[in-house]
């Protein structure tokens, strides 16, 4: 059996310990900072280490930095971002009411049911797709 | 009440669709021969029901 050197097993080592990091911070709503890192780890990790790892995740954009201290994953600042944004279109458009018969929308309930994987996200979903495809075909 | 408008108000629902999508609607109504925007919309719901294999006629 092949014996690993200790430069491998430093190497593994900073793998598994950025993977669980990265793990740990991903979806971490509130701003952390190295302090709070180096206080959650549960074997000592000095604070240089973990400021090298922040700067290799700043880098490859999983993380970004807020100020001197404060760091925040990007998935969770693009989550909030995108929240927002759908708030704010959501909130743009203007509805108009239409009556329509029970036993069409008996009927596209019945497909949304049976054929989750057209990926409609529910009737008006659909019968806006419907409207727009006979725009299309009528233009 | 009378039976039949208690009836007829369960056979409908409303549905809410964008302003701007039914003022494209409102342009092809006239130009395609239907009669209103409902009709347009009951068609393009058929048509697609159609589509997916799902339609069926309320004669049925």
């Not at chain 1, 598994?16 to 206080?39: A, T, Y």
């Not at chain 2, 007829?8 to 092809?28: H, N, Q």
Request: glycine residues 2%.
């Amino acid at each position: 059996m092949r014996e690993v050197s200790v430069m491998e097993v430093c190497l593994l080592t900073e793998k598994h310990f950025k993977e669980q990091l990265i793990e740990f911070i991903e979806e971490r709503e509130e701003p952390f900072d190295i302090d709070f890192l180096v206080k959650r780890c549960l074997q000592p990790v000095s604070e240089i280490k973990i400021h090298d790892v922040l700067c290799e995740l700043i880098e490859e954009g999983k993380i970004i930095r807020l100020n001197d201290h404060y760091y925040l994953s990007t998935r969770v600042l693009m989550k909030r971002w995108l929240k927002q944004k759908v708030k704010k279109i959501k909130s743009n458009v203007i509805f108009d009411e239409l009556e329509l018969p029970r036993n069409l929308m008996d009927q596209i309930m019945k497909l949304l049911k049976e054929k989750p994987e057209l990926g409609y996200v529910d009737a008006a979903d659909f019968i806006r797709d419907a409207i727009r495809r006979l725009l299309r075909l009528k233009r | 009440m009378p039976k039949t408008i208690a009836k007829a108000e369960a056979e409908y629902v409303f549905v809410k669709i964008p302003k701007s999508l039914l003022d494209e609607v409102d342009k092809a109504v006239g130009k395609h021969g239907y009669r209103s925007r409902t009709e347009f919309v009951k068609d393009a719901i058929r048509s697609l029901l159609r589509e997916y294999g799902m339609y069926k006629s309320e004669k049925e």
